[in-house]
C-alpha cells in the first residue's frame, strides 16, 4: 500500500534530478530544524506537523534509489546515521521545552529516559548484526516509536490533557521492554551459534579420530 505512493513521487523525484541522499538529507534537516525551533517555543502542533511532513518525505529516498536504481550500501549508512540524529533533535527540541518554559522536570527526565532509549534500540540491532546474528524483535521500532511521540506532542499542542505525559510514560516502558527483548534475543542467537560450532568441532575431531 505504502510502495503504492511512494513509487510514483519516487519516479517524479528521479525524473528531475533529485538523488536519493538528496532526498535524505532534506528529510533529515527539515525534521531536525523543526524540532529545533518549534518545540523549545512550546509550538507543539506546529512542530509535529513539520516534523511529520519532513519524517514522511524522507521515506522517499527508497523509493527513488529504486526508480534511478541507485540503492547504494553508502546511501544506507547516511540514511540510518541520519535517522538517529533526527531522532535525537526531536526529544531534545521537546527536553528544552520541559526546562525552559514548559517547566516540567519529571517529563524533561522522562524524555532523556526516551532519548537514550531509542539509541539504545538501535544500537543493540546494530550491534548484533556486527556480531554476525539476527536482531529484529522489539515493540518499539523507529516509527512505533516517531507515530507515539508526534501523536502525543501534537494532541498536547491541541489541548488535550495528560496525553503527552502517558505518551512519554508509554514510549519509556516499550524502548526498556525492546532492549530486554534485544538483549535476550542476541543472547539465544550467540549461545546457539557457539553450540553449533560446539558441535561441530566435536564432530569433526571424532571424524578426524576415526581416520
Given at each position: 500500500?505504502?510502495?503504492?505512493?511512494?513509487?510514483?513521487l519516487?519516479?517524479?523525484?528521479?525524473?528531475?534530478?533529485?538523488?536519493?541522499?538528496?532526498?535524505?538529507?532534506?528529510?533529515?534537516?527539515?525534521v531536525?530544524?523543526?524540532?529545533?525551533?518549534?518545540?523549545?517555543?512550546?509550538?507543539?502542533?506546529?512542530g509535529?506537523?513539520?516534523?511529520?511532513?519532513?519524517?514522511?518525505?524522507?521515506?522517499?529516498d527508497?523509493?527513488?534509489?529504486r526508480?534511478?536504481?541507485a540503492?547504494?550500501?553508502?546511501?544506507?549508512?547516511?540514511?540510518?546515521?541520519?535517522?538517529?540524529?533526527?531522532?535525537?533533535?526531536?526529544?531534545?527540541?521537546?527536553?528544552?521545552?520541559?526546562?525552559?518554559?514548559?517547566?516540567d522536570?519529571v517529563?524533561?527526565?522522562?524524555?532523556?529516559f526516551?532519548?537514550?532509549?531509542?539509541?539504545?534500540?538501535?544500537?543493540?540491532?546494530?550491534?548484533?548484526?556486527?556480531?554476525?546474528?539476527?536482531?529484529?524483535v522489539?515493540?518499539?521500532?523507529?516509527?512505533?516509536?516517531?507515530?507515539?511521540?508526534?501523536?502525543?506532542?501534537g494532541?498536547?499542542?491541541?489541548?488535550?490533557?495528560?496525553?503527552?505525559?502517558?505518551?512519554?510514560?508509554?514510549?519509556?516502558?516499550?524502548?526498556?521492554?525492546?532492549?530486554?527483548?534485544?538483549?535476550?534475543?542476541?543472547?539465544?542467537?550467540?549461545n546457539?551459534?557457539?553450540?553449533?560450532?560446539?558441535?561441530?568441532?566435536?564432530?569433526?575431531?571424532?571424524?578426524?579420530?576415526?581416520?
Amino acid at each position: 500500500m505504502v510502495s503504492r505512493v511512494t513509487a510514483p513521487l519516487g519516479r517524479s523525484l528521479a525524473r528531475i534530478g533529485i538523488t536519493p541522499n538528496i532526498v535524505t538529507l532534506i528529510g533529515a534537516v527539515g525534521v531536525i530544524a523543526g524540532a529545533l525551533y518549534f518545540y523549545p517555543r512550546g509550538l507543539l502542533y506546529a512542530g509535529s506537523v513539520v516534523i511529520t511532513v519532513f519524517a514522511l518525505f524522507d521515506m522517499l529516498d527508497g523509493a527513488v534509489a529504486r526508480a534511478k536504481d541507485a540503492s547504494s550500501e553508502f546511501g544506507a549508512f547516511l540514511d540510518s546515521s541520519l535517522d538517529r540524529v533526527a531522532d535525537a533533535s526531536i526529544f531534545a527540541g521537546l527536553m528544552w521545552w520541559f526546562v525552559g518554559d514548559g517547566d516540567d522536570p519529571v517529563l524533561a527526565g522522562l524524555t532523556l529516559f526516551c532519548l537514550i532509549g531509542g539509541f539504545m534500540v538501535s544500537y543493540l540491532k546494530a550491534r548484533a548484526e556486527g556480531l554476525g546474528v539476527n536482531c529484529d524483535v522489539g515493540v518499539a521500532e523507529r516509527t512505533e516509536r516517531l507515530v507515539i511521540i508526534l501523536v502525543a506532542v501534537g494532541l498536547a499542542g491541541l489541548g488535550v490533557p495528560y496525553v503527552l505525559a502517558g505518551g512519554l510514560w508509554l514510549l519509556a516502558a516499550m524502548s526498556l521492554i525492546t532492549i530486554l527483548q534485544r538483549l535476550v534475543e542476541t543472547r539465544a542467537r550467540l549461545n546457539e551459534r557457539d553450540a553449533a560450532k560446539t558441535q561441530e568441532d566435536t564432530e569433526g575431531n571424532g571424524a578426524a579420530q576415526e581416520t
